[in-house]
DNA sequence: CATGAATGAGTCTTCATTCAT
DNA sequence: CATGAATGAAGACTCATTCAT
């Protein structure tokens, strides 16, 4: 009833009224992360927050609404920080290092969160409402596809990468990272997992779309494809 | 109205034969597309099929088989496909090609069935149901592991790669670029936008993951296997 | 498949017809016996006959309908037997003895039947339907009354005794009886159990009915008058 | 709609209490004792007592233990009651008498509740739910066997009846007599009416059980004990 | 006669949302 | 602000009944 104490700042106000907004909005966060938005009630979301069934509805309008603040919260600083690397000027190699340490942090700092968001945003057709939250979560790519298009003309990524995919592959990437944590796939005994994931993360993105003469001999106007390969000390021959 | 006529063709496409439990899939799947699992009522999907309400019941016991039948015939093919190349003999840098292509060609003969797979498959939590789901579709995961770990022995592949994060980020890309697609990110007027999509996903990735000296800077090789990863069978020493 | 000639003249017919609509009647007590008429579906009833779910609507306009036969057929025979010795010629006390014999051997006979019969004939509420059964079932009640009035008459019973609620006493004593079988309270290992209690039942019941000086201190003559009863001739006058 | 009375009258009796769930009982009783509870609807008992359709659900799981709450409430005190008459001390006549007593008055009191008890209790087979009825229903009997057995002990009943059958007998007649008042086929135009069956019934019954030369010719005093009778706890010589 | 697919009205149950206290 | 009882629309599921073959 009173280990709010961190966040109430957040939410403003009183410090009592975000009291008590800031548990609604975890406990949301948490059950969301559990059950999912569909396979949650807000009975559950009181409950897990220790408050009155109808206390809910004097912060939030709605179940929507709710899902929507929980959105806000947890993807609106995410995106902020994202586009703020994008935008930011410096190396391209720089800014996808720094995207894949926004991501990866967040997750560190509330794995929960990430879960919702990973989970409920832009994946939920659910005509008509979920739409900003599609908008927003393609805005971001849209975001790094402008990033990539720039580097491209600066000659800091392959020419022939199209920018949009390049932006869908990375977010791609770390979403799917994310989700091999989220999943128990990789789990994570020291905090070390998630600095190594970060860095192939980045790495490997980085040297596939990176100019460079390390392409294996990329030619996909013939699709050649195979042969040629020469590892520098490999193993089988 | 003009929903009539994809009714109808959806319908009584073939008509006369007694097929409506393939009829009702159909729909199932359309409406899925359309609406996701939790958005869509047993009567839309009766409407779309064209047929009475209590033939969905008789072909499928509940709401959620009729979804876990779309969800295996959607998948289970994929998953074949994506197996026999994943365990087949051959190059890394083919295999990896072909999954692209298996994804990308499931989604041009199909693509409302991906957009169900890529929308509900693993992403729903729902307590208990969804498991089998979820299950299969980290299966697909460890598979992929598996293939990379074998290819890092034979060199092809760079050795400080953790093989499920390999595993992760292709298919991570793979579906993100197909998200692209479904959301509209990336427009489809031609078809060679799809054949241009795969080519720069796997050969982008490969470019990441293949040993050569065009790595950046990385200079993190040290710390390889050190934790927190799970491979299912960790045969490399 | 073949043993239903006794009673295939009874449903007419060919013959095969007889066999069949006789096999789904079969069912239907069993099944009826066994979960009673609400919590069987006529699919049960085809299964357990070992039809074509659409066969049993050949021989029966419904489900009602089926058991009302299923009530006609098992409850049939036993009202006209009870009628022809309430009616008969003879004393009481032997009409009495051979009541119980009736219900008791229907037991013997067809447990199930007579299961059916106590479990769902005279105790549904059920709107409308089932007035026809409640009515044959008060009938047979309102049979008896007549037979222990016309026995105060000539002094075969007490005379102070309502012969409705002589009526009453003496098949809800037999109906408890049979429930007693029925429920598993009395098990029967051998046939004479049923006998015993045949034997039991009408004595008991003999000796409560019968005038006689047995009687422990009854003090009740009093109030007599009362509900529609008129006993011929008080005992007090 | 004159029955938006009878509405009324049970809902608003007194109103503003909050004790809606009594409302809501009350309500369920009045309809399952008018139309049985399978052919009760839900929104018959919202409806009877007054309340919305959703507030049954606030109050009780489901319709079974809605229907389990009235069994428990009609059935709890009239069982207690029978059973400390059962297990008290005292002469076996006034027990009887103080059994007839205690279902005599429960119908007076509430007699609606005692049709539900009548109609619904021991009755139904329905698979799984209705056994916990069923046991409290056979409880009672095996109680009263008890009861019996001891008498025969002492010599207050006849030591060549079947104890477990005498208790069927007891309760068979009640219920019967009871079913004669429900079904109208004894009317109750004044109170008294009540008053004689309870005598009669009870009357009638010792008679036909106490020891006393009253007994007709039976010829059967041997055979006892002899088999398929379970006592509970044969404690007899 | 037989079959079992097809129909759809009837019910239960859930749960977001409101409201009186 | 807090509370939790009250509301009722929405939707899954059942199953008696019909019908084409």
Chains 1, 2, 3, 4 share one sequence.
Request: charged share 25%; hydrophobic share 40%; proline share 3%.
């Amino acid at each position: 009833m009173s280990q709010q104490q961190g966040k109430s700042a957040a939410a403003g106000g009183t410090g009592r009224e975000g009291d008590r907004r800031h548990t609604i909005l975890r406990a949301a966060i948490d059950v969301f992360a559990r059950k999912g938005y569909h396979g949650c009630r807000i009975a559950d979301v009181a409950r897990e927050a220790g408050v009155a069934y109808g206390l809910v509805y004097h912060y939030f309008k709605n179940k929507d609404e709710l899902l929507e603040t929980v959105f806000e919260t947890g993807w609106g600083g995410f995106v902020s920080r994202m586009r703020s690397v994008a935008q930011s000027e410096g190396a391209l190699e720089d800014k996808v290092r720094r995207i894949a340490d926004v991501a990866i942090e967040a997750y560190r700092v509330d794995p929960r969160a990430v879960r919702v968001l990973i989970l409920e945003i832009a994946r939920n057709p659910s005509g008509g409402r979920g739409i900003s939250r599609q908008h927003v979560f393609l805005d971001i790519i849209r975001l790094a596809a402008d990033m990539f298009a720039k580097a491209q003309e600066s000659g800091e990524v392959r020419k022939d990468l199209d920018p949009m995919l390049a932006a869908a592959l990375l977010f791609g990437a770390i979403e799917m990272g994310l989700t091999a944590f989220v999943s128990g796939l990789i789990d994570i005994k020291n905090p070390e997992a998630l600095d190594r994931a970060k860095l192939q993360l980045s790495e490997t993105f980085l040297r596939g779309v990176l100019p460079g003469a390390a392409s294996p001999e990329v030619s996909w106007k013939q699709e050649k494809s195979s042969s040629g390969i020469k590892p520098k000390e490999g193993r089988g021959s």
